[in-house]
């Protein structure tokens, strides 16, 4: 706990509030290749370093501003925990969930945005979506060639982005998730457990 | 016929291919939204008027760019004519022998490219893509609700394009259309002729 500047004092809520504002509309409207850690401060009216103070990288920025709704570990471990059987079905759910309470929907769809032009930031998006949920999921389920399912998830999942919120292709952009998630969560179940 | 400024005239076929190849250009580094039919006349050194007299309309020029191996109606009658049974795996083999053979994956993916960013270029892939293709297939295979299923098929076959082609996710980034079109194409299958 040494070293850092400010420490515990009052307003410290506020200023962590003010950066996570500046950083979802950073990610949001720039990308995330185009977004640091120094322009965030900037537009919060703070010192960087309370930015690495609040969120340790621009990682762990991205992470909290992603607005997940509960931890991605969590996440997963939540979904595994419902069990395999329905667990396709559950995972279209939880996107859905997360992606349409996001106005515009958030740093998702930000580094969508930054990954067809910019290869380091489509390298940032596969290494989030692969490692901090698609694996994890795909390796829960039990099935072989467990990267391989998770593959297979990601295309069908940023299939899903890409129709309902960049291309809004109807009637995908304005369906409800109970009609959306048994038809294209049966394509997810495939994908981790079925025959490949 | 009347008020065409060139007709038949020798070295017609040499200036075609050279408009063809600005356009290939311009559409695969600028997106279709930014490219006019007059910087592509530029690029070629010829006339805007021969760009017109040659494709007709902007949409006509990108038609031509796109270097489908077929015209895309005779594609899709072609895919109808190979019968429903194995048509969702067919679909996957074609769009990926498509994607495969066009250095950079070509205009296909520099209009997802500006859809990301830009309304009007998610409007024309989105119109693109279901009308010349996936609708004339879903209506094609004989499903009920043939709109929604062109729909489903649209973010399989447009996520399968992101995440070979622009996260290049592994192992789809890499495998062979042998690999891939099996199990995708169960997907699309069930989308064109299955329960939804």
Do not use: C, N
Not at 25 to 44: C, W
């Amino acid at each position: 706990m040494t070293g850092q500047p400010a420490g515990r004092r009052p307003g410290e809520s506020g200023t962590r509030e003010a950066i996570l504002a500046a950083a979802k509309e950073a990610f949001a409207t720039q990308g995330y290749a185009a977004t640091s850690l120094r322009s965030v401060a900037r537009t919060a009216g703070v010192d960087p370093s309370l930015v690495t103070h609040f969120f340790g990288s621009k990682d762990g920025l991205f992470e909290a501003a992603i607005e997940l709704p509960v931890e991605p570990g969590a996440l997963v471990d939540g979904l595994l925990a419902g069990g395999v059987g329905s667990l396709g079905e559950r995972i279209v759910r939880t996107f859905l969930l997360v992606w349409d309470s996001t106005p515009g929907q958030g740093p998702m769809l930000a580094m969508l945005r930054s990954a067809v032009s910019h290869e380091d930031s489509a390298a940032k998006l596969r290494e989030l979506l692969l490692r901090v949920i698609l694996r994890p999921l795909a390796h829960g389920a039990g099935g072989d060639q467990p990267d391989r399912r998770a593959a297979l998830l990601a295309s069908q999942v940023v299939g899903l982005a890409m129709t309902r919120y960049v291309l809004k292709l109807e009637p995908i952009a304005s369906a409800s998730p109970d009609q959306l998630a048994p038809v294209m969560g049966k394509t997810l179940q495939r994908y981790l457990t079925g025959p490949l």
